[in-house]
């Protein structure tokens, strides 16, 4: 396995130079800014670093795990991660004592309360009920104002502002209204869910989605930390004959990693990798990111699904950009609630400041949330949700 590091001006450029050197079969593994170095470095404008692979038959298991582990390596040297990093796999959630949750909104309080505090430039326009209106009354207000701006559907921000108004007292101080919207919409959200070790024999683990969402690269960051962390034994298997691309990326994933990998046309050549594979922890299976409105490849993919019930446990997971429209991802998640149930992942967190859609989602399917991605580093960004922190950003405050 080749790995070797290429700086251009742009990703773009970086990788066309990476493939003029090693040829068109270079996988993106991290791209990551750097700066010159040097007395004028000030000078010098950012340059763009990108990391590629490029497999080679003769490597071994430990050249490639050590590879990877210096793709881990270089990405941790980012300044900043868009969320808070949560470990990929918890045995059982943490406990949040009350004086964390003050910690955690103090900062949104004092932006809050500042908003409050400044003057009313319409206050002579206002009718005598607005201007009797209490100081709690525009906190909500304020409140609800910044869900919308994040993106939280106005049914949902009302719902949730119209319980905590049932409890609200006159004159209630700011943090204890705060801390029990802050501690609603976590109960809403719902601790994450994520991949589990079947009570017996393999896990069948299915990932479903449109196109352009990322599921192959997802697959391979889940598929690395099962491998190369947990030391799990983990088979690829990819459903996905429409695009040879994807196809093809996710086999040298899978040569990087030293684990099986398969394209599978029929619901035998499932049933064939079930029992060639029946020792293993997990089998991992691409699907096709069709148009979720093409039902020909709907029923196709429906007879993959549903292949495995009782011969081995599954779980099926429907893969979402947060950057996708809240209508267009209602009309997504009806398309393949009508073949089975799923858990969400969600994409792309590092393109978009408004992460409304989680909740709206969340709140629509009741399904649970699992994992959320953002960026397109292997094994890196990736983690599982974090309701709290998440819940700060849709509240004003800072992640």
Known sequence: MIIKKFTAKTEKEAVDIAKRELGEGVVVMNVKD???KGFFAFLKAPMTEVTVALEEESERYTAAVSAINNVIASSQTKEEKPVQSTPIIQEEPVKKENSAIEEKLDSLQYLLEQQLQKPDEDKEGKDNKEEEE???????????????DNEVDDQYAREILDEIAQVNKPNMPFDYALANIYQK???????PSCITPASKGIKMVFFLGPTGVGKTTTIAKIASIFRVDQKKKVALLTADTYRIAAAEQLRTYANILEVPFRIIYTVEEIEKAMEDFKDYDYILVDTAGHSHQNTTQKESMNKFIHSVDGKAEKEVYLVLSATTKYRDLISIAEAYREMTDFKLIFTKLDE?????????????????LSYVTYGQNV?????????????????????
Do not use: C, W
Not at 185 to 191: A, R, S
Not at 379 to 399: A, C, M, R, Y
């Open 34 to 36: 750097v700066r010159a």
């Open 134 to 148: 209490t100081e709690i009354d525009k906190f909500m207000k304020l409140l609800h104002n910044t869900m919308l």
């Open 185 to 191: 919409m976590i109960l809403k959200f719902g601790m």
């Open 352 to 368: 978009t400041t408004t992460l409304g859609n989680l909740l709206n989602l969340r709140l629509y399917t009741n399904a649970e």
């Open 379 to 399: 094994p890196d960004d990736i983690e599982e949700f974090n309701p709290q922190s998440t819940v700060k950003q849709l509240l004003g405050g800072k992640h």
